[in-house]
């Protein structure tokens, strides 16, 4: 069991970005388990509200390409239903608000 304090931009970024890692022994600094290593020197992290705004943007261009297909590629359109739902699922989470940005509403 791990024994971790984390913040909310580590916890984003843990949910989105490397789940898998949270399983590698080599994860966590070994001096200090409150402190993730995450960054290299030089290594860009992305902010919470980075994260949360590209997955906004990608739900609603996923949403725009969804529409038109839906009846003229319907293997394409269930691939697209699938990350849709993930994205409505990770975005609900985070606490974001899909009542204005959901138009599929599925």
Do not use: H
Not at 30 to 47: H, L, R
């Amino acid at each position: 069991m791990l024994n971790k304090c984390f913040t909310l931009q580590e916890t984003i970024a843990i949910i989105i970005i490397a789940p898998q890692k949270i399983l590698s022994s080599n994860y966590y600094n070994k001096k200090d388990t409150c402190k993730p290593d995450f960054q290299k020197a030089g290594e860009y992290m992305p902010s919470g509200a980075d994260i949360i705004k590209d997955y906004i943007t990608e739900f609603s261009r996923l949403q725009d390409w969804m529409i038109p297909i839906k009846e003229v590629a319907p293997d394409t359109y269930l691939s697209m239903y699938r990350r849709y739902i993930e994205l409505k699922v990770t975005l609900s989470s985070l606490g974001v608000s899909l009542a204005e940005l959901d138009r599929i509403k599925e």
